[in-house]
């Protein structure tokens, strides 16, 4: 699969597979990341894997002091290439299934009516819709734990909301286009709201804070409000 | 012991050089905002440069000292005071017992930095004492300070004590950060992936111009307001990791530069990105203040970003030298006293 490697700023550079982002694509980098992380090249600081990039975030001061190199970005440039180049099979990213209850009632969903209008389906069918199909992470940014899951069925797809709405609140499940996810913290947002789960996205205190990881695979299971309730008195 | 907040700041915050290594979970680095100052202000006190500083912004709080302390201001000139004489900034002064230090008067600069020997105690979240505001953890309890709040320090005190009976002691001198900031009147750049996306006279507006930086700025960016940039085509971007200092072009044709609590990804085109040796410069740039931008090679701005830290190190080798022989005489003089 070929790929481009480009600067990000001086501090990082990313590699970029193809033009489009396809499943393909995103399981490929999902792979390499967890080769580049293994790979621990020194001043590297930060991976962020994306839907068809892999950004290397580092410290050219700790990489030129690490290695003597006179160029940090040639450097890293270099190791990136050399790892990419005797690389036979891709590894296949680490997957998990997990399921994730959430409570479809309207007072959770204040855009549902709007996607109902706008597509011509009914909310039962909204519903089934949304959790009917295992979606994929495709990567993980925007909030700690924001999982940008896909693909959404089409007779259901919205598109973002042109103004962001203040306050969404944490657990709230939306859709943007073809895409899904679960609002891991209360923030401002342009997602379209249909439901909400109880299940804590982000942890702070756990040695694990963020419960979804890119690569893994998720099914919406629809809960009650009795059952939403239960779930938040455990 | 430590301090009290006796009067609340704008968005004063615990921070340090920030959280690395949690970007693919979507936690971003945050950390200073001025990363120079807080290595500055580190320094003038004998600390590494990675301990918990006070992030200030106008208006700022007010602190009272429960006990002694070697503080160390850095930065934005507030116009610090202590119990209302004024004190130097990029000098270390022992603050007395029960004295206040307060901010009057922004002069110059948006970010200015507190720092204590040994630091603030706090309990690090993975890694860094830095506050993250959006998911509410980190730093003090996860948020901006508060009046009544307290921060105790990692060590009691001075013993003996420096100040004695007096209200201060400014100890006799000052770094010199001149050189820690320059780089002329523009601010620099690297072209970003997205920068072709441009069309040719947008992206001679955005040399040629001057942008103001928005009051609708905060830590996570600068929102720039000047001409109006326009794009080749509407191409869409598909998101993507970005750094901070990365300039996004906005629908609107605004200009954002991602700052400390940037994102980890955006899918807004990327056209440049700010050298990592002037952000510094760029986060002591004040709302409404005019700002002008040139572009340089990534080579260039690696080089830069090397040789400044470079000048961090010596003026690191050398605080520690003066307030290593300050104390060792003041030490000695005590003891034949």
Redesign the interface.
Known sequence: MSYTI???????L?V?WGE??DEQTNEVIQGI?ELVREANIPGV???????????L?YD??QV?KSTGAP???DWVHGEIRLLLEDLRDIPAPSSRSIEIPVCYDPSFGPDQALICRDRAVSTDTLVSLHSRLEYKVY????????A?MGMVDERITSPRKREPVMHIPAGSVGIAGIQTGIY??S?PGGWNIIGRTPVAL?D?AAAD??LL??GDRVRFVPITLEAYHGYTSH | MGIQVIKQGIADSLQDLGRRGYQHLGINPGGVMDEVACRVANMLVGNEPAEAVLELHFPAGSFLFQEEALIALAGADFGATINRTPIPLHTPVVIGRNSVLEFKRPTRGAHCYLAVRDGFRAPRWLNSYSTNLRARVGGYNGRILEKQDEIPFYTAGISPSITGNRDMVVLPWQADVQALYDGGDRIRLVEGHEWDWLNEPSRQLLTCLPFTISAQSDRMGYRLKGPSLKAVSNRQMISTGVTRGTIQLLPSGDLIVLMADHQSTGGYPRLAHVAGVDVPRLAQYRFNEQVGFEIISVAQAEDLLVSRDQSLQQLQGACALRLNKYLQEYGIHRSEL
């Open positions: 480009y600067p990000v700023g001086e501090r990082a990313a970029q489009s982002a990341a600081t930060d991976l962020i894997p994306a839907y068809q990039t892999l950004t975030v050219p001061v030129r160029s940090a970005y990567m993980i940014g925007f909030l700690p734990g924001f940008y891991p913290v923030s982000f702070p804070p963020v990881r890119a």
